[in-house]
């Protein structure tokens, strides 16, 4: 490589490693927060949202019938037999107990004696009170209402469906696929832009505002050789301040998505997922630091171009969201020739095994070129005088 | 002597924002900062550049340095024109004003190192003349320091060494000794000195006439973007002292105008 670029990089490199601030908040401090908040956002959900493991669901009722106190059992319920409403209830809203059923009297008589076609009351009721911020409550609940559904069925069982089978299709793998998928490519988009968004107007708009670049630009270096040292710098750092954030997010996910100890099992991806994920990610950093060098070279102070980066940031996290709904990726080739979106729906399909290789050589190298591109208009921005010199 | 540098014409006209306009004080959108301007200097001589505030000094320097394109005209450095050859104008100057700044997280030694990479200069004779120049400017013991740490004058020597570390044919200063102390500004007149006795040619602008008589072979006056006169030191110091030359020559141009 040249020569000239070379010294651009490593005056880039041993500005920020020499700067152990900057090492701290760019590089470490993202990764940690993100791995520090994710657990304990999992932690917090999994309390939340998930009934505890060894608990028995307790029943109370009103009238337990016979035939209902035959099949409770099989769903695993504790049954209390019980006559005071209001107490039980008050228990329930303190979540002091689960359930409580009121069965009417002589239910099963009236399940007998009651016609569907003939009969012209209603048929009877059952009362079931639960409260559903207790997840231990919801989970009875739950369980009381499939099981008095299918006593119910049984009683006309005309025909079963899905009878002693297991009908959801869709391997471990595919579901875990699906929900990496779904979220991976958002996650990652958002933390290679504020990764290039934490570099590039310091390096750039930083320069000229401490007016350091002008004494770079009276060396006989050419304009074009400061662009493309410049990007690519930035572009290393970025992916690396980017790796930080993405092993912060793998190793609290599993927490985060309350799976259990095993966590999330990447050895799904093959070696060839895992180039094109790579040859994505680098592609699409290179062309964001380009853009946000280009806005950064406009702007007269650090400031100013993190206020003008910042509507960008919006727009990234609707693309980056984006993967998130809809039927999977994209198939239309011309899709991936929009930035950013290319990348965010190249990435859907990498992790969801479904994507058109055509496709996402075309996200790659469509963003190489507009990389290519932004290093060119940098470049004649470093040659003008009006953008260098501006006051 | 041969001439080294020739100045054709050269003009630079600015716009100026709302903000600069209250400045100013003028209502016109732009403002022409050198006007016409020409001279010539010669090999292995100082040239001075002499002027009151604003005259266009710093901005005819700027051109002669490639940092800004001239909108007429043009000047050749050793026959390299700054309009389409500045790549190699560059190569042949030093060029030093204020407005250049060193990046202050680092140290002069390790500006140094990649100053002279960007000059093109091997190792060996980077080292040789770091040794030579630290010395000189006595920055040899504050080499380690960051550059934030350094004192103004301290930081002007840093900058000074790193602006000719490729050892240019032609040295470009703008106000060499603004903010010095005079022990310092000694330091670097005498070092100018040196480099003109080794056959290098110079090019200095201030508005300090003493500076002039010390150590300029020629000089122009400047005033308002044009050259009011330009003559050796001798002829211009004849019959009275240059600043009152100087008054001479401004009270004229300005009578002129009204
Ligand atoms: N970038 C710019 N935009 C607008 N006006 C400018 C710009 N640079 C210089 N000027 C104007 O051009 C004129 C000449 O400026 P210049 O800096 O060349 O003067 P100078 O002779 O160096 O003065 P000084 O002795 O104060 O340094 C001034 O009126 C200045 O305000
Ligand atoms: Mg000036």
Redesign the interface.
Known sequence: MN??II?IMK?EF??FF??ARMVVTALILPGLMIYVVYSFMGVAMKDMFMPSDDHTPVLNAVNFPQSIAKIAPQYGFEVNAVTDTDEIRTQIGNKETDILIVFPEKFDESVESYDTKLSSVKPPNIEIYYNSVNPDSSEAYGLAVSMLDEYEASLSNKFDINRDVVSDLATNEDVMAFSIASLLPFLLTMLMFTGCMSLAPESIAG?KE???I?????????RSELAIGKMLSLGVLAFLCGLSSVIGTFVSLPKMMMLDESGIDMNIYGAVDYVLIALIVLSTILMIIAVISIISAFSKTIKEAGTSVTPLMIVVMVVGISSMFGGGAATEITYYLIPLYNSVQAMSGVFSFNYSMTNVLVAIISNVVYACAGGFILTRMFNS?KV??SR | MPEILRVEGLKKTFTLSAKQQKLEKTRSKTKVAVNDLSFTVNEGEIFGLLGPNGAGKTTTLRMLATLIRPDSGDAFLDGFSVKTQPYEVRKLIGFLTSELKLEEFFTPNYLFDFFANLHNVGRAAREARKAELFATFGIAEFAEVKVANLSTGMKQKVSLALAIIHDPKIIIFDEPTNGLDVLTAKTVTDFLLEQKASGKTIVVSTHIFSLVEKICDRAGIIIDGTMAVCDTLSALTADKSLEDKFFDIYSESVGDEQ
């Open positions: 020569k000239n010294t005056k041993a500005r020499g700067d320069e401490r007016g350091t002008a004494t770079i630009l009276v060396t006989p270096i050419k005088e260098i010199f």
